[in-house]
């Protein structure tokens, strides 16, 4: 099939995603969140999004089928992310996929959710040629950080570094936490930076000593690797120290600060790495895509070391079932097997 009619289920965190393309055109990204019912307690509460996700499934993907005047029996193929995220939201998402593939006779594939946020660049223009060679990508969410690279999305992705405690997002919202401004908190410090200085407060950037870093010949253990759970640390400290001293807290220039090591420290490496594995053309994706500073910092970058840098539209950056039916897409393409329906969700799915 060359031009395979594929519908894409996500379920892995708080957004129930139903995205269909007809090859690499995309014909709708149909999202329910349950962000609203999270924010009370800071956090995504696995329970609430698992019944969330049971809720909205059957009106969204109601919705995503009137957007896109298709029927199911019209479908070539169904793929549903099976990994990684959380196990009850995947759960939901893999067994609606499972139940559609059975009733119409469907094929279906399992797709992992961090390939999808690369698979998601043949739509919308963004790639007009396919995906390029010698492709990374930098993906920055709530729930992951990693930086990959991409021979070939059915069958050759390797994880170069990632975070190994916080997600970056994570990051932003706890020290949003810190700082009383409300959750998600990675807008609000992205909007509170611009009247800041970057440069108030020196915050630590994680895993950037020589004995991590290691060299280009000799690496070290976490040489693209990223942490962030000391910088929020850092700025629990800082806070501190302002109140005991009885100053008004520099909230801006808190914010500015912890971006900017933030922001520093993610781009750094990814570029290190880039330069490293002969990546010359980068896809920028997640949900902190969205910030200002780190599109900016990753543009220069990207340029001053001759890499092309590509930021798929926000709305294809977050989570979402379009980037699963474009990585479905992409697999039918190339004439790979179905799945079946024996297979399982794993949390932790590596890529
Ligand atoms: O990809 P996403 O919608 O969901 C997942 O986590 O998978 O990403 C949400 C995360 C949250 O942590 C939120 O605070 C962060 O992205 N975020 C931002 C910005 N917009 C969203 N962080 C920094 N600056 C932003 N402008
Ligand atoms: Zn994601």
Known sequence: ITQP???????????TGVGIVRGTELLTNTVSSSMDEHVRFGGVIPEIASRAHLEAFVPTLQ???????VTLADLDAIAVTAGPGLSGALMVGVSAAKALAVATGTPLYA???????VGVGILGGTFPDGLPSNLGALLVSGGHTEILRVGDLAHDVELLGSTIDDAAGEAYDKTARILGLGYPGGPAIDRLARDGDPTAIRFPRGLSQPKYMGTAEAPGPHRYDWSFSGLKTAVARSVEQYETAGLELPVADIAASFQEAVVD????????????????NLLLGGGVAANRRLRELTAERCAAAGITLTVPAPALC??????????????????????????GTDPSLPV
């Open 63 to 69: 919705a995503a089928l009137d957007d896109a005047g």
């Open 318 to 343: 977050t989570d979402n079932g379009a980037m699963v039916a474009a990585l479905g897409a992409q697999i039918v393409m190339r004439g790979a097997q179905p799945s079946g329906i024996a297979f």
């Open 5 to 15: 009619l594929v519908l894409g289920i996500e379920s892995s965190c708080d957004e």
């Open 111 to 117: 797709i992992n959710h961090l390939v999808a946020h």
């Open 265 to 280: 420290i993610i781009t750094s490496k990814a570029v290190l790495a880039c330069r490293e594995h002969g990546i010359t």
